[in-house]
Nanobody
Framework: QVQVVESGGGLVQIGGSLRLSCAAS????????MGWYRQTPGKQRDLVAR???????TYADSVKGRFTISRDNVKNTVYLQMNSLKPEDTAVYYC???????????WGQGTQVTVSS
């Protein structure tokens, strides 16, 4: 009974900031990567950022310099600090938690981020 719970989404003005959180709990163990994808209607789900157990980060080119991903391995929580937000960042953001040796990750339910003027 693995739970992946996201929080922190909402409506923000252009140039504003949000911090997303995603906590995994339950029977999950041996977590390797944690990260975030985002998706808009009619488009594919694209990687935003990920971080390995050892702290190695990867960012989409579109968010480099604006977003920062981090994790707390004790709390099994991953964060996404989103600064200088643009309308193009509007999407549903999905957290994932990957167990080592397993191909299919656990997914959060998604949290809406809307950036407007």
């Amino acid at each position: 009974q693995v739970q992946v719970v996201e929080s922190g989404g909402g409506l923000v003005q252009i140039g504003g900031s949000l911090r997303l959180s995603c906590a995994a709990s339950g029977s999950i163990s041996r977590i390797s990567d944690m990260g975030w994808y985002r998706q808009t209607p009619g488009k594919q789900r694209d990687l935003v950022a990920r971080v390995t157990f050892g702290g190695i980060t990867t960012y989409a080119d579109s968010v480099k310099g604006r977003f920062t991903i981090s994790r707390d391995n004790v709390k099994n929580t991953v964060y996404l600090q989103m600064n200088s937000l643009k309308p193009e960042d509007t999407a549903v953001y999905y957290c994932y938690v990957l167990q080592m040796g397993v191909a299919v990750p656990y997914w959060g339910q998604g949290t809406q981020v809307t950036v407007s003027s």
